[in-house]
């Protein structure tokens, strides 16, 4: 079965194309994280409320593929004339190698991830009960994982190749890295929850589900294994770092063509990352001891 996401503009009407092998992978996906004979080993989830939260998994990866869908029209990503007027998600393009045509694309990635996590934070986080530190931690649970397995059946099923990564430029591929992808809308979402109170312990602890998932119920002992890690190297840091300033430097030309006030998302002075290209740990950073990589990393 096919797996792919699209949108699409004709005569001004804008569609979104969610094919039935995309909907089986989300599926499938959020039903192996729930029926994993390990899950219980860092998450408390009864027999009982399993069906329950399958339902809110596969839910949420749905939002967030769909919210990514809409940022491609609301941005007007389809309406400015860059270089087309569909998105293809899972499978590259033909020119994949056109470093100038990659880099629109991928700024306009950037940007639509941004949309989608961010309608993706509004629903789970809708009306919740600040002092309710229970629900918020459930909830940014349901955030980071969702987001988390959204973009794992990319790197699965998606039919670029990025094993030779670190080896080719930037913008060497038409789409960025589903690692790179995650790592900046995880530190979306970590903006976002800095808001709150206790936002730095929810911060860690949707990190912490992402990682302790790979490592201890997946049993990724090796963190090359892991899709996202490419996301916290020097050289994943620097290409966000490009997407971040890129897309800031851009957004004013896709203003006039959006349905929507496109926002300032700010620049990135600093790259920020935990490992250098070669897997050494840079000291000191939040979030390393949580995301547990040893002394062997390599890639
Ligand atoms: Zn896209």
Not at 104 to 128: C, M, P, T
Not at 200 to 211: C, K, P, S
Request: proline residues 3%; charged residues 20%.
């Amino acid at each position: 079965m096919s797996v792919n996401a699209f949108c699409k503009s004709e005569n001004e009407e804008n569609y979104i194309i969610l094919s039935i092998g995309l909907l089986y992978e989300f599926l499938n996906a959020a039903k192996n994280f729930v029926s994993n004979k390990d899950l219980n080993v860092v998450f408390k989830l009864g027999e009982d409320n399993k069906p329950t939260y399958l339902r809110l998994l596969y839910y949420y990866m749905l939002i967030s593929i769909i919210g990514h869908e809409l940022g491609h029209i609301g941005h007007g990503h389809l309406r400015i004339d860059t270089c087309k007027n569909s998105t293809n998600e899972y499978n590259s393009s033909n020119n994949m190698h056109d470093p100038e045509r990659n880099r629109l694309i991928q700024l306009e990635e950037f940007d639509a991830d941004w949309f989608g996590v961010r309608i993706n934070y509004s629903s789970i986080f809708y009306k919740a009960d600040v002092t309710n530190s229970h629900e918020l931690f459930v909830k940014t649970d349901l955030l980071f994982l969702s987001t988390y397995l959204s973009f794992q059946v990319l790197s699965n099923k998606g039919n670029r190749d990025f094993s030779a990564y670190f080896n080719n430029d930037i913008f060497y591929y038409d789409h960025p890295h589903p690692g790179i992808r995650m790592w900046y809308s995880a530190i979306f979402i970590s903006s976002w929850l800095a808001d709150y109170p206790n936002g730095i312990e929810l911060i860690n602890n949707g990190i912490h589900a992402i990682v302790a998932y790979d490592k201890q119920v997946l049993h990724k002992e090796n963190p090359t294994n892991s899709f996202y890690n490419v996301g916290i190297t020097e050289r994943g840091a620097l290409h966000i770092q490009e997407l971040v300033n890129g897309w800031n430097a851009s957004r004013e030309l896709y203003q006039p063509y959006s349905y929507c006030d496109i926002p300032d998302l700010g620049t990135l002075d600093r790259p920020f990352y935990f490992l250098t290209s070669n897997g050494e740990q840079i000291p000191g950073r939040l979030f390393i001891n949580l995301l547990g990589v040893g002394d062997k990393f390599s890639f």
